[in-house]
């Protein structure tokens, strides 16, 4: 073998040709399962026609921390205690609230049919997309293609989404009208 035979291009090596441009994103190894669930979902998820009605807000990037100080002692709902002046640590709300930071959004409800699980009108929603439905789990559902929050309903080959209110019918599906759970209520926000 001479020397001019060594090297140079094989027969399918090298990159492979692509349709589009692609970019590289860098992901926080600890992050990495939240992002390829997200990818997942979004993928088998409908168009979701978001109503005028209905404000939406995805988690900032990077939202700054906020160390707030907490108290050593909890407050009585019932009797009074006597009031301690003493801080225990700080909390960061990020941290408090909020499991995937990628797949978190905030949505501001409007109507009254949850009131029976105390989600009133006005109050805001932290919506984990991360998080699996379960029966008994509040969600919000595409249904139609609009959302809506409900109780999801799972049983016995019955799927349907609950109202928390007499004045409200719950949600069973006929057919040909699609449902896709778009994210887990995980908490609640609420201005007192």
């Known amino acids: 073998m001479t020397q001019n035979s060594w090297g140079g291009p094989r027969p399918g090596s090298g990159r492979k040709p692509v349709s589009e441009p692609t970019v590289t994103l860098r992901v926080p190894v600890s992050h990495k399962?939240?992002?390829?669930?997200?990818?997942?979902?979004l993928k088998s998820s409908p168009v979701v026609r978001v109503p005028s009605w209905l404000e939406v807000h995805a988690l900032a990037e990077?939202?700054?921390?906020?160390?707030?100080?907490?108290?050593?002692?909890?407050?009585?709902?019932?009797?009074?205690?006597?009031?301690?002046?003493?801080?225990?640590?700080?909390?960061?709300?990020?941290e408090e609230l909020i499991q995937h930071r990628e797949a978190t959004f905030f949505l501001r409800v409007r109507g009254h049919s949850m009131v029976g699980a105390g989600i009133d009108d006005g109050?805001?929603?932290?919506?984990?997309?991360?998080?699996?439905p379960a029966h008994g789990r509040i969600v919000v559902a595409v249904v139609d293609g609009e959302l809506t929050v409900k109780r999801f309903f799972q049983r016995d080959g019955v799927v349907k989404l609950v109202a928390e209110s007499a004045d409200f019918a719950d949600i069973e599906f006929k057919d040909g009208q699609?449902?896709?759970?778009?994210g887990v209520v995980t908490k609640v926000i609420k201005s007192v």
């Open 33 to 41: 399962e939240t992002v390829v669930a997200l990818v997942q979902r």
């Open 62 to 94: 990077q939202p700054p921390f906020l160390a707030i100080p907490l108290m050593s002692h909890s407050v009585r709902a019932g009797f009074p205690s006597p009031a301690d002046d003493y801080i225990e640590k700080r909390i960061d709300l990020n």
């Open 123 to 132: 109050d805001e929603l932290i919506v984990d997309r991360a998080v699996t």
């Open 178 to 182: 699609e449902m896709v759970i778009w």
